[in-house]
């Protein structure tokens, strides 16, 4: 992790992290068996899923409420996730068929996932660090908290 104080940024690189480890766990199990690797495919897509809605409900208007910008930074992040989500979904789609032999739409996730990340934890996140006034950060934590779990947390059961 880059940073270790206690901001809005180090939670969300410490996700970050913790997503591309589930992802580079399905890819490295999936080689070696398929069934095993599903838990970790389930984990990071509804993990994944569940960061963007994070971000898209609860970051991103705080953002532009607190800079009045509406477009920009954020406009291009909501542009990237709607190329993850598509990403994500033919993925899933192929796990669910057990068609673990084409790799192509997980190369370019993780090439769009890394650029992605680094855009959000280089920008994104530390401009909200600093238009945080005291007991905001609480009540973002809060607010994530109260996403539903429907919002993100559907994946097939069969896999």
Known sequence: ??????????????DHERLDSLFQSYRRMRSKDAA????????????????IVWEEDVLFPFLEKGT???????EVMR???REIGALLRRIHDKV???????NEDEDTLIDILTAH????????????DQILKEGEAAKIF??????????????????
């Open 1 to 14: 992790m880059k940073t270790t104080k206690n901001t809005l940024t180090s939670y969300f690189e410490a």
């Open 36 to 51: 095993e690797a599903k838990p970790y495919f389930r984990e990071f897509f509804k993990g994944l899923k569940r960061h």
């Open 68 to 74: 009045g910008v509406t477009a920009g930074p954020t």
């Open 79 to 81: 542009q990237e996730h």
């Open 96 to 102: 669910r068929q057990g068609d673990t032999l084409d």
């Open 117 to 128: 990340n680094q855009k959000e934890e280089d920008v994104l996140y530390p401009a909200i």
């Open 142 to 159: 809060l607010a994530m908290e109260c996403i539903p779990a429907e919002r993100f947390a559907s994946c097939c059961g069969n896999h």
